[in-house]
Each structure stands twice: as structure tokens, then as C-alpha cells.
């Protein structure tokens, strides 16, 4: 629980090389374990990463009464019978995915209560779309304290919810998904305007397809989802469900490479869902090939210059908020001044206090836009891993620099990485988990 990572930095040399594995995606897998709960018959998963989240979604499944099996990147969940509905306020608070669950549960159970749902300390991150949105759908919300917090509680009336129009204010990705899944099992038809497009919602919605589920208008930002009639289940027939590539994992060893690579191939991604971040890394000068299943990046040449370039974040397409901080860790080796224009999440730029620690030139401008000036030489230092995101990215910064770092609270890239410390260590990174 208290690992810290030990990191050699290469001191600006390009050191990596060779293959480098992508895992099944966080944000995919998670919900599609959620969506178990949608089925009369077992989900049977591949690829799944070997993450805490994953533990912790199991977890929570399993306090539900559900029976969760896990083996090598092998998940098999059943949710039969009557479950509980109330989720564990333990586990529940330290994940913030944990909302997605109230879909299902809502519409299968026709009642759900949580806990504020907690996770990666980079904003506010408030439910008032999932409250506004089940009460579209019909149900009934209510706030119990308790001494430990606030209790939320939704109730469908006659245990059912009603298709409902859904307009989300912004396309919040899990809001899309645990309303997708809500409707699944709701009493007619329900559409979803401004929906998220995040591929991994598209991914989704054709698995719940393939298992009895009417959902039209996927990749759009308007879904349409015909409700199952009376209280039929999706079946998923023995079917597997294979998780997706973590287009983000993919994304920041990209970033690595460029930075720190002769030549890295990054295995087993979905190049067309990067396309914001091959775009922007192109612009700055790295040169990239781009296969249909990896990228590959880095060079010899130790004169290569980067180009500064300003960054914004944006829902998908755009440039996604989980890949801002490993990229300004690369914009600090680009030559200019570089604005990084965060829009999604408002203490998403935390971090990068530490990276001027560290020998950046990094200026804050307001709690969204920080300006970079590179190139500025990296030193190594004691970090502490604040969210997952960063935490890769203090991995990233650490690799470039010169001299050892520390990175603690390594459990917070353990939530989102799988042995991370091994993979890179195979394509040359000197790094080595310490455990106290
Ligand atoms: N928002 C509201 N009210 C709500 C819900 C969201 O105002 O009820 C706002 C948020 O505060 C934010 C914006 O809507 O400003 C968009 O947030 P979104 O709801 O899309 O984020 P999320 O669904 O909570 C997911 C990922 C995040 C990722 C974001 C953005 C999961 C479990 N989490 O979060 O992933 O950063 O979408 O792409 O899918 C991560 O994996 O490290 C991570 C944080």
C-alpha cells in the first residue's frame, strides 16, 4: 500500500527500445462489469486489466451479493436473484466509477443509495446530472445524513423506470453510460442528447447490443434506447466480452517514447482513437508511424528539437483531460512557450507544481491554463503521486531527467496501471518498486 517507485533518469538520453504491451482499458472494463448487472446469465470478460479499480469494482459487486470470479485478465460475474442495492459507502467513496452501478441497479431493482462517490482528487465532480436525469426517468430522490456523510437515495415508483428525454448540460461520460444501461431495462423508449463520445461508451452499448439490448445511435451524440418489455433481462448466451485497448496507456507511453525512446513500439492499440494527441505530437516535431494496432516513436538523433504547442483539453475527440499532464511533461522539453488550456476538471492542474520542482518552467494563469517554456532540463526529485493520470506522468518526467527520483503513493498508479514498473523496465527504464 505505501510502495514508492525508484526511478534512474536518462538525463535527456534516448535509452528505450523494443515492445511495450497495452492493457485492456480502465474506463471500458469498469462499466462492462456494472452492466452485469443488466444480465440473467453470467458476463464472461478477457482482457481485463489486473488493476486496484478492478478490485474495487469486484469488490463492490461482490457486497452487492453478486458472485465475481477472477483469474488471469479472466472476469466472470453473475447477478442472480435479489441483491442489495445499497452500495458499500467504504469502497463506494474512494471510486468515483462506482456511480455507474445506480444505473443498473435503479432499473433492475427499482432502488439504489450510495454515498458521494469519491476517487482522483482533480475537481468537484458533482452528481446533479445523475440526479437530474433518474428523475427524468421517474424516480424519487432523497438525502439521509448520517455521521459519516450524506446518504443519496433514488426510488423508482412500482419498481420501474419510465423512458424519459435526457439532455446532458455537459457529455459527461459516465452519466452517458449509467443512463445507456438505465434505459436498457426502462418501461419505453429513452434518448440521450449531448451524449459523451468517448469510444469506450460505443464499445459498450454494442456489447449490450449483442446480449438483447436496443440501442441506436451509437458514437453519436444522441442515443435512442427502446426499453426490454416487463422484466426481462439481457442474456449474454455465453458470449465473451474482450476490453478494448486503454487508449490513455497507449497515449502516455507514446509521450515516453518520444521523449526517451531510439525506437518504442507501442503493441496492441487503437491508433484511430488518439487521434487528437498523434495530431498534436506531430505538430511538435516527433515522428511517429502509425499502424493499425501500434505506433511506434523515438529516434537516434539526440539534436532533435521539439516544437511548443498549445494544448486544450475537450470531450472525444478532442484531446482527451487524462492525457494533459504526461503531455505537459513533454511540452517542458519543446522548444517556445506552450499554453495548456485544461477545460474538463478545475484541480486538474495541480501536479505541475511539482514538475517546476523539478527544474520546469511552468507558469500558472488561472486554475485552468498553466504556460510551459521549454526546453527546461529535468533534475530528479522526491514526488508524490497525486491521481493516476500524474502520477504516469511524474513516471514520464522522472524517465527524461537527470538523477534518481522517488515517486510515493504508488497506489494511486496501481488504480489505473497494471505493473506498470515491469513493462517498463523490460523496454530499458530503470525503475524498481520499493515497499515499506
Ligand atoms: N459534471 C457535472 N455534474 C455531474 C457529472 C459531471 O458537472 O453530475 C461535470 C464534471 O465536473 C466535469 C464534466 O462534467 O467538469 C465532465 O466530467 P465527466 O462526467 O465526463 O467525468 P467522469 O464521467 O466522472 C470519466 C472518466 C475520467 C475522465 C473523464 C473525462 C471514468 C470512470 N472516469 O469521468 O477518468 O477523466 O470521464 O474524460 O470513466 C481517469 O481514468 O483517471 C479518470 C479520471
Not at 141 to 166: D, E, V
Amino acid at each position: 500500500m505505501n510502495d514508492r517507485f525508484f526511478i534512474r533518469g536518462l538525463s535527456g538520453a534516448r535509452e528505450l527500445s523494443g515492445t511495450i504491451p497495452v492493457s485492456g482499458a480502465k474506463n471500458a472494463a469498469l462499466k462492462v462489469m456494472a452492466a452485469a448487472l443488466l444480465f440473467r446469465d453470467e458476463v464472461r470478460m478477457e482482457n481485463v486489466p489486473a488493476i486496484e479499480d478492478v478490485k474495487r469494482m469486484s469488490d463492490l459487486l461482490a457486497d452487492l451479493g453478486c458472485k465475481v470470479v477472477s483469474g488471469k485478465r479472466r472476469t466472470t460475474i453473475r447477478c442472480f436473484g435479489k441483491l442489495r442495492t445499497d452500495l458499500s459507502p467504504d469502497i463506494s467513496k474512494r471510486m468515483r466509477s462506482s456511480i455507474v452501478l445506480t444505473g443498473p441497479l435503479l432499473a433492475r431493482f427499482g432502488e439504489v443509495s450510495l454515498p458521494h462517490p469519491g476517487g482522483c482528487v482533480i475537481g468537484e465532480r458533482p452528481i446533479d446530472f445523475f440526479i437530474n436525469g433518474f428523475r427524468a426517468l421517474g424516480a424519487k430522490f432523497s438525502i439521509a445524513g448520517t455521521p459519516s456523510g450524506k446518504t443519496y437515495r433514488f426510488r423508482a415508483p412500482g419498481g420501474k423506470l419510465r423512458g424519459a428525454h435526457i439532455f446532458l448540460k455537459n457529455p459527461s461520460v459516465t452519466a452517458t453510460e449509467t443512463f445507456l444501461m438505465a434505459a436498457v431495462l426502462a418501461e419505453g423508449t429513452t434518448t440521450i442528447e449531448n451524449a459523451a463520445l468517448e469510444p469506450e461508451i460505443a464499445d459498450l452499448a454494442v456489447f449490450l447490443n449483442r446480449s438483447g439490448a436496443r440501442i441506436e445511435g451509437m458514437g453519436t451524440s444522441e442515443l435512442r434506447i427502446r426499453g426490454l418489455p416487463g422484466s426481462a433481462l439481457l442474456r449474454a448466451r455465453g458470449a465473451v466480452y474482450t476490453t478494448m485497448p486503454d487508449r490513455i496507456e497507449a497515449g502516455s507511453f507514446i509521450i515516453l517514447g518520444a521523449l526517451c525512446a531510439k525506437k518504442l513500439r507501442v503493441e496492441g492499440c487503437e491508433p484511430r482513437h488518439l487521434k487528437a494527441l498523434l495530431d498534436a505530437l506531430s505538430s511538435a516535431g516527433v515522428s511517429l508511424e502509425v499502424g493499425k494496432r501500434h505506433v511506434t516513436v523515438g529516434t537516434r538523433s539526440r539534436r532533435i528539437r521539439f516544437r511548443a504547442v498549445n494544448i486544450k483539453t475537450h470531450e472525444y475527440p478532442g484531446f482527451p483531460t487524462d492525457l494533459q499532464a504526461p503531455m505537459t511533461v513533454f511540452l517542458t522539453q519543446a522548444s517556445g512557450e506552450s499554453l495548456v488550456f485544461e477545460t474538463i476538471f478545475e484541480g486538474r492542474l495541480n501536479y505541475a507544481e511539482a514538475l517546476t520542482g523539478m527544474g520546469a518552467d511552468i507558469t500558472p494563469m488561472d486554475p485552468h491554463r498553466i504556460l510551459v517554456k521549454g526546453p527546461a532540463a529535468l533534475r530528479g526529485k522526491k514526488l508524490e503521486s497525486p491521481d493516476l493520470r500524474a502520477g504516469l506522468a511524474f513516471i514520464i518526467a522522472a524517465a527524461a531527467a537527470r538523477g534518481s527520483s522517488y515517486i510515493h503513493n504508488v497506489y494511486n498508479i496501481d488504480r489505473g496501471y497494471e505493473r506498470i514498473e515491469e513493462r517498463l523496465s523490460r523496454v530499458g527504464l530503470h525503475i524498481r518498486r520499493l515497499s515499506s
